[in-house]
């Protein structure tokens, strides 16, 4: 959190990668690769995120962990709590601490499936605001603690108010930071960060910016977070969606327009979903000529793209 404040303090432009651990180990090689490259493009910290029920942990902590020794990022550890057996939470803090990573990412993480509630006898976490709260009370001021914002409601539109009330929660129980979940609306996203400041949120909002990266894969996705995209993006994509390297590059234009909207209204920090690629992260910091631009060699029309091939 320092380094965010220090970098507002500034108005300097600063941005983050976020990563998901692969599920084989050949998946993990090329992650690593990735994520080495990347450093290059000289993020202020990256994320890797923790699959339900702590599935993930190991492997989370240990890209976490292998990233900041190897490649010398800074590494902000995800963590769900909910249906989370109280001892896993426990054991990957207290090894998180031991590896010297200090930002954990507290969530509450969905339920596994809709009929399935909070069972206590299962987890002592119900909401991501009682993480936030076991965590500062048994570490103090070890963790840098961020936690998710939506700005269209973690539920939809009719939450979003109510949200802002948690979010507010989980400030006060002593997050230090709020990321948020993908959005494609800029006016909608201002408009949510003058209503969380007019209640009282006061600590920094990155907002998270997942570049389109093909068309199946991006209305499941909106669909799924319930995330509400522009009539203009879906008319830009109608024609092109069958072409998949269209719509990769028409994601790059949508993602450095929404970064420069952002930055004409006074944003500085931008969250990338990168999900484990390379390229349009790249080229949007390429584009806002944030990073030096490489020379790139265009694939061939009938050969995967050389990112993609790695994946
Ligand atoms: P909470 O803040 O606990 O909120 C959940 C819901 O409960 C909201 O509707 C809120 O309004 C309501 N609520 C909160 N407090 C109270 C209260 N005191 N009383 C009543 N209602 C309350 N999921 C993963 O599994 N792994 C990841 O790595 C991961 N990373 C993510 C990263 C980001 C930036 C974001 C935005 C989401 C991520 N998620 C991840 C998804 C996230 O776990 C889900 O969206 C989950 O449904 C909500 O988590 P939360 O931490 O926002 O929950």
């Known amino acids: 959190i320092d380094k965010i404040n220090k970098a507002l303090e500034d108005d300097r432009c600063f941005w983050s990668f976020e990563y998901f651990p692969p599920k084989t180990q050949q998946g993990v090689m090329n992650l690593y690769d990735r994520i080495e490259r990347m450093c290059n493009l000289g993020?202020?910290?990256?994320?890797?995120?923790?699959?339900?029920?702590?599935?993930s942990s190991d492997l989370t902590l240990e890209l976490c962990s292998n990233s900041q020794t190897v490649y010398g990022v800074e590494a902000n550890m995800h963590m769900t709590c909910t249906n989370t057996n109280f001892d896993l939470i426990r054991s990957a803090l207290e090894k998180a601490?031991?590896?010297?990573?200090?930002?954990?990412?507290?969530?509450?993480?969905?339920?596994?499936?809709?009929?399935?509630?909070?069972?206590?006898?299962?987890?002592?976490?119900?909401?991501?605001?009682?993480?936030?709260?076991?965590?500062?009370k048994t570490y103090g001021d070890f963790f840098c603690i961020s936690v998710a914002g939506y700005p269209e409601g973690c539920l939809g539109p009719d939450d979003v108010d109510c949200d802002?009330?948690?979010?507010?929660?989980?400030?006060?129980?002593?997050?230090?930071?709020?990321?948020?979940?993908?959005?494609?609306?800029?006016?909608?996203?201002?408009?949510?960060?003058?209503?969380?400041?007019?209640?009282?949120?006061?600590?920094?909002?990155?907002?998270?910016?997942?570049?389109?990266q093909?068309?199946?894969?991006?209305?499941?996705?909106?669909?799924?977070?319930?995330?509400?995209?522009?009539q203009a993006i879906w008319d830009r994509l109608e024609p092109i969606k069958?072409?998949?390297?269209?719509?990769?590059?028409?994601?790059?234009?949508?993602?450095?327009?929404?970064?420069?909207?952002?930055?004409?209204?006074?944003?500085?920090?931008?969250?990338?979903?990168?999900?484990?690629?390379?390229?349009?992260?790249?080229?949007?910091?390429?584009?806002l000529q944030l990073v030096p631009t490489v020379h790139e060699v265009r694939p061939l029309p009938w050969s995967p793209s050389l990112n993609e091939k790695r994946a």
Request: proline share 4%; aromatic share 10%; with cysteine.
């Open 242 to 287: 069958d072409d998949d390297q269209a719509v990769k590059d028409y994601g790059i234009e949508v993602a450095v327009d929404m970064i420069s909207r952002l930055r004409d209204a006074g944003v500085r920090g931008f969250h990338f979903y990168t999900i484990n690629l390379e390229r349009s992260t790249r080229m949007v910091l390429e584009r």
């Open 43 to 55: 993020p202020l910290f990256i994320d890797v995120t923790w699959r339900w029920g702590g599935k």
């Open 97 to 136: 601490k031991d590896q010297g990573v200090q930002n954990i990412l507290a969530l509450r993480g969905d339920l596994p499936d809709n009929s399935v509630e909070f069972d206590p006898e299962v987890g002592e976490f119900k909401y991501a605001t009682d993480l936030v709260r076991y965590i500062r």
């Open 214 to 230: 093909n068309y199946g894969g991006f209305k499941r996705m909106t669909d799924l977070c319930r995330i509400s995209v522009p």
């Open 164 to 212: 802002i009330r948690y979010l507010k929660e989980k400030q006060d129980a002593g997050a230090d930071l709020i990321i948020t979940q993908l959005f494609y609306d800029v006016d909608n996203y201002l408009a949510w960060i003058d209503k969380c400041r007019a209640a009282g949120i006061t600590i920094p909002i990155l907002p998270g910016i997942m570049p389109i």
